[in-house]
Nanobody, 114 residues
Framework: QVQFVESGGGLVQPGGSLRLSCAAN????????MGWYRRPPGKQREFVAR???????SYADSVKGRFTISRDYAKNTVYLQMNSLKPEDTAVYYC????????WGQGTQVTVSS
């Protein structure tokens, strides 16, 4: 089964930036649409961003204009560039297909705090 490994999280001050990476054990081009999701503390997992096989991008309203999803087929990696981070962006971030498969990786913790 496909497996995803997320990395790049950490502690950052409000207004800061982070870039998350997602590697898969199969070709991401074969998966097609890829997405980033997050689970804030005490809340349900939610959609953050999506990229289609054709390169169409979509974002949750809460991150639009601040986050950018991209992919590198040569590195078989999907990225999430996060700028102007806010405390409400604190969450565990996951990548998966879009729509997601029924299993998830460990995610990477992002904490935005001064």
């Amino acid at each position: 089964q496909v497996q995803f490994v997320e990395s790049g999280g950490g502690l950052v001050q409000p207004g800061g930036s982070l870039r998350l990476s997602c590697a898969a054990n199969i070709s991401i081009s074969s998966i097609g649409r890829m997405g980033w999701y997050r689970r804030p503390p005490g809340k349900q997992r939610e959609f953050v961003a999506r990229i289609t096989s054709g390169g169409r991008l979509s974002y949750a309203d809460s991150v639009k204009g601040r986050f950018t999803i991209s992919r590198d087929y040569a590195k078989n990696t999907v990225y999430l560039q996060m700028n102007s981070l806010k405390p409400e962006d604190t969450a565990v971030y996951y990548c998966n297909g879009a729509p997601p498969f029924g299993f998830w990786g460990q995610g990477t913790q992002v904490t935005v705090s001064s």
